[in-house]
T-cell receptor, first 115, second 112 residues
Framework: DAGITQSPRHKVTETGTPVTLRCHQT?????MYWYRQDPGHGLRLIHY???????DKGEVSDGYSVSRSKTEDFLLTLESATSSQTSVYFC??????????????FGPGTRLLVL | GNSVTQMEGPVTLSEEAFLTINCTYT??????LFWYVQYPGEGLQLLLK?????DKGSNKGFEATYRKETTSFHLEKGSVQVSDSAVYFC???????????FGQGTTLQVKP
């Protein structure tokens, strides 16, 4: 158990509204990631962070922004939700410090429905 | 570019049958390779990994060998159980990037 929680676990929202998902970790690891899971695509990286205020884009970052003001929290924001962002969102951490360790540990996921 | 291709599912087996889930990859450099498992309603858990050619990862009776010559990392288990029913994801990390690239997942259903 890597001490990762995600909130909310389920959310229904309407097209055009902003949505923020939270990932919280209890072990102060440096690297954190956001993925989305869709049928036929596996998981795809949205954004990642390698420290407080250090973030970068992943494969499918359009329409998403992130923030990391504290080591333990990594926020994912859908600036104006669209139906194509209906998905299951997973947060992950890896435990490396000086260099990124490759094994990632995943949270329980947030199921988002955009109507 | 980097990519992972898994066999299409679902795979349906009877208990105690032999399991193979095929995974092939395309990558530059020397990636690390992973199998993750997702049980219904849960997040992903690391099942096994291999970090260099000819390494064998193993866990819970599952095995996979990193084959650079065939760019493959097939998952095998000699005797599956109903409790192995889950979605299995093959993934790679390009050298020292920390970014996981996943295959599309293979659903395994094991019937008693």
């Amino acid at each position: 158990d890597a001490g990762i929680t995600q909130s909310p676990r389920h959310k229904v929202t309407e097209t055009g509204t902003p949505v923020t998902l939270r990932c919280h970790q209890t072990e102060n690891h440096r690297y954190m990631y956001w993925y989305r899971q869709d049928p036929g695509h596996g998981l795809r990286l949205i954004h990642y962070s390698y420290g407080v205020k250090d973030t970068d884009k992943g494969e499918v970052s359009d329409g998403y922004s992130v923030s990391r003001s504290k080591t333990e929290d990594f926020l994912l924001t859908l600036e104006s939700a669209t139906s194509s962002q209906t998905s299951v969102y997973f947060c992950a951490i890896s435990r490396g410090e000086a260099a990124v360790e490759e094994t990632q540990y995943f949270g329980p996921g947030t199921r988002l429905l955009v109507l | 570019g980097n990519s992972v291709t898994q066999m299409e599912g679902p795979v349906t087996l009877s208990e105690e049958a032999f399991l193979t889930i095929n995974c092939t990859y395309t990558a530059t450099g020397y990636p690390s390779l992973f199998w993750y498992v997702q049980y219904p309603g849960e997040g992903l858990q690391l099942l096994l990994k291999a970090t260099k050619a000819d390494d064998k990862g193993s866990n819970k009776g599952f095995e996979a060998t990193y084959r650079k010559e065939t760019t493959s990392f097939h998952l095998e288990k000699g005797s599956v159980q109903v409790s192995d029913s889950a979605v299995y994801f093959c993934a790679l990390t390009p050298s020292n990037t920390g970014k996981l690239i996943f295959g599309q997942g293979t659903t395994l259903q094991v019937k008693p």
